[in-house]
């Protein structure tokens, strides 16, 4: 059998592989090593096991599986190829060197505490990858999980959803009839194990608390029974902890594998992002403490007192399950857009109608199920004129948010809002849901919850009472210090000059309500762009201590506030990176959907070299943000610096063809063209910003300056430092280079990435340059030091 499938396989591959012996397979396909003709590296064929092949629609397989093809990440093992052979649907991955998990864990048994921990964040971040990109896993498992010197890589990632996506409803399959419940049973979440058609990521947020029960303990939490009663048995029993079979963990780690494996999922960790990130935390000295081993103790002999009551009912039991699992289940994410609403009353009151939508949105946002995306980018698609449903299908949104507000004053002195909200499905430009809204300005908070609610009820998300009370919590108390917030918010957006103003209303905001996290977090915000922005009436310095002052502050306030995270975030980028990566990880923990968090955070790691995942995060911000210029340019720095210049300039493109006048996509376009050595087209987008011809010339000529410093100096003026220094060493004005490579580390410039820029190769060695790299945190000793360089 093994030679005619092979046999047949090589007839259907042509000469594009070289078939080769069987690795053999297991669960849903049979591997084969094969050489790919053309590059010379090897690849594995998987085909479908004919058992599973025979119900399967080959085209719908096809189809599902090119939304796992588009997963690229360091921790990922990609899929290449997906085809049929001889009605058997197979795919191709690269073939990676080393061995699974599975085969690890039998050879060895459990790990060590620190190789542990890696194995597991390595998994965590692959899965935050795919779940912030729709695809989930639905087979996590020690053998789809390989492992290399250094990392470990998930296999397979989508396949089982594309083979249940695919599954003819009318064939005779042991597939169940309800929503396919395809994996392995060891490993399986109890949703998925009967077959739950709304199973969502959480299933391998389960599944990854069973493969980590096995590397901390070296066994499953439940074994050497059937498949079906290891199914009950997930769905009923809840196994030893692991700190009972292994008393030296952490009891933070023990309580993590713990709540990954609740049988409900919104008891889990709703995201792989919050794994990895208390995966960073645990202390691998410390020990369960006597009161929390106590308390295990004490969980432990409760649930074996459930147990022996419930064991004699399994079936019954397990069909209570489903259904009290269905009733508490989280709804699928609906997507939704928040307009900027019209004023329609005088233009100074525009703040207020902005202020309105954006809290509207800000609340929103904080409910499970919910995506708010494109907060600038509504705002933008908006002032072009585009109808709201059109604007919901720019950014991919399956609901809008629009309305209008009027700001009034009664004859006896009283402000009133009236409000019109109205909830559009974009995929018909229908009305689902508006009425309107009318209340005095003191009122103005549970106005905005009341709408937050009715649309929540609109898109059928339904929230817990805790969610609800959370909803319902106001930023301030205090009506006149949140109209100077809201006004300070509406100054912000402007930038430049307008930030000065825009910090003299947060602390107005600030000394009527001191308690009020919001507008410290405003206030930063202000400062730490205002160097950035020509401001100069505070220094760069003060302005950073008075921003990080003012992020700390709020964070002591409210520590759920995403924004301050980010803002601190940024301050810390220029001082200490360690410490703004933690920052950024917290902002993005907290947040998923903030776009400005995923921007900077990218921004952070492509300064660190870690490339691969810069893109990731650059492609997060730009699918939440899509038509934000500066998101498209940092999406594409790590793009250069890997070389991958296509994938760049597409980058580049779609930020100026947003805004053809945006001068960080206009010097980076410049860069990556003299990187390519395409000197002309350098030129002509050096001109795009403002430089001469003859000024574009000196500044691309390969080799030393033959026109002399000054002539460069003099040509490079309308250029910020870093680019100074970058086109200086391009030219071989060496010192001239590292004098301005210099300066913009000591003005703090968030313009860093000199780490990757080739034109800075060279220099690689120099004390001069090496000290620039330590001062800026960047040297290979700080990154590596900081655990962000291998």
């Not at 005619?4 to 090589?10: F, G, P, Y």
């Not at 009425?435 to 009341?450: D, I, K, M, N, R």
Request: some cysteine; aromatic content about 8%.
């Amino acid at each position: 059998m093994t030679s005619d499938l092979r046999a047949t396989l090589q007839h259907a591959l042509g000469d594009a592989y070289r078939v080769g012996p069987e690795l053999g397979g297991g669960g849903m396909s049979r591997v084969f090593v094969a050489t790919d003709s053309a590059l010379g590296r090897e690849v594995v064929v998987k085909v479908l096991a004919p058992e599973l092949a025979a119900g399967v629609d080959a085209e719908r397989f096809q189809r599902e599986t090119q939304l796992a093809a588009r997963l690229q990440h360091s921790y990922i093992v990609p899929l290449l190829s997906a085809g049929v052979v001889e009605g058997l649907p197979f795919y191709t991955m690269p073939h990676v060197e080393g061995e699974s998990l599975r085969q690890r864990l039998e050879r060895a048994g459990e790990f060590s505490l620190p190789e542990a921990i890696r194995i597991l964040r390595d998994v965590a971040e692959a899965l935050s990858y795919a779940h912030e990109r729709g695809v989930v896993h639905r087979d996590i498992k020690p053998g789809n999980i390989l492992l290399t010197p250094y990392h470990a890589h998930v296999t397979d990632f989508g396949i089982a959803k594309a083979v249940g996506a695919a599954v003819t409803e009318d064939v005779n399959t042991t597939l169940t009839a309800v929503g396919h419940a395809i994996g392995t049973p060891a490993y399986m979440a109890p949703e998925q194990a009967v077959g739950d058609p709304s199973t969502d990521h959480r299933a391998d947020i389960y599944s990854f608390g069973v493969v980590a029960y096995e590397v901390l303990t070296g066994r499953p939490p439940f074994s050497g029974r059937t498949a079906g009663a290891i199914a009950a048995a997930h769905a009923l029993e809840s196994p030893p902890a692991v700190e009972r079979l292994r008393p030296s963990l952490p009891s933070e780690l023990g309580a993590l594998v713990a709540q990954c494996l609740e049988k409900r999922p919104a008891d889990r960790p709703q995201t792989a992002r919050e794994i990895v990130d208390r995966l960073e935390q645990v202390s691998v000295s410390s020990g369960q403490t006597v009161a929390a081993a106590g308390l295990a103790r004490s969980r432990l002999r409760q649930r074996r007192r459930m147990l022996i009551a419930g064991f004699a009912f399994v079936a019954a039991v397990l069909v209570a399950a489903f259904v009290a699992y269905r009733a508490w289940r989280a709804p699928a994410v609906v997507t939704l857009a928040v307009l900027p609403f019209e004023n329609l009353g005088p233009p100074g009151d525009a703040y207020l109608a902005d202020g309105i939508a954006e809290e509207i949105g800000n609340k929103l946002a904080g409910v499970p199920g919910l995506t708010v995306i494109g907060r600038s980018s509504a705002a933008h698609l908006k002032r072009s004129g585009a109808a709201p449903h059109v604007v919901g299908d720019q950014l991919n949104a399956a609901y809008v948010l629009d309305g209008s507000v009027r700001w009034a004053r009664t004859p006896s002195g009283e402000s009133v809002v009236r409000v019109l909200p109205q909830l559009i499905r974009v995929s018909n430009a229908a009305q689902v849901w508006g009425e309107p809204y009318e209340g005095a300005l003191s009122q103005v908070f549970a106005l905005q919850t009341e709408i937050a609610e009715k649309v929540t009820a609109a898109v059928r998300l339904r929230l817990l009472p805790s969610e609800r009370t959370e909803l319902r919590r106001p930023a301030t108390t205090s009506v006149a210090a949140y109209e100077k917030y809201l006004l300070g918010r509406h100054l912000w957006k402007q930038r430049g000059a307008a930030l000065a103003r825009a910090a003299g209303h947060f602390e107005e905001a600030i000394a009527l309500d001191p308690q009020f996290a919001r507008a410290y977090s405003g206030l930063a915000d202000s400062y730490v762009l205002m160097p950035g922005f020509g401001v100069t009436s505070v220094s760069r310095e003060e302005a950073f201590a008075r921003a990080k002052q003012a992020a700390t502050r709020a964070i002591q306030l409210d520590s759920s506030l995403a924004e301050s995270w980010t803002s601190l975030g940024l301050i810390l980028m220029t001082e200490d990176t360690r410490a703004s990566y933690n920052a950024y990880r917290k902002a993005v923990a907290l947040d998923p959907n903030y776009a400005t968090a995923q921007q900077w955070y990218g921004e952070l790691l492509s300064h660190a070299g870690r490339y691969e995942e810069a893109i990731a995060a650059g492609r997060r911000a730009v699918e939440l943000d899509p038509v934000i210029p500066v998101a498209h340019t940092v999406l594409a720095n790590p793009y250069v610096a890997l070389g991958r210049y296509r994938e760049a300039e597409a980058a580049v493109d779609r930020a100026l063809a947003i805004d053809p006048q945006f001068r960080p996509a206009l010097l980076l376009s410049a860069r990556t063209h003299l990187e390519q050595g395409r000197i002309e087209l350098a030129r002509t987008t050096l001109q795009r910003l403002g430089l001469s011809h003859e000024d574009a010339a000196v500044l691309t000529q390969q080799g030393r300056n033959s026109q002399g410093r000054d002539r460069a100096l003099a040509a490079a003026a309308p250029l910020n430092d870093f680019y100074k220094a970058y086109f200086f060493a391009y030219i071989r004005e060496d010192d001239l280079a590292l004098d301005h490579l210099e300066r913009s580390v000591r003005n703090r410039d968030p313009y860093r990435n000199f780490r990757s820029a080739r034109a800075f190769e060279r220099f690689r060695g120099n004390p001069r340059f090496e000290q620039i790299l330590d001062y800026a945190d960047l040297s290979d000793r700080k990154l590596r030091r900081a655990g962000l360089l291998e």
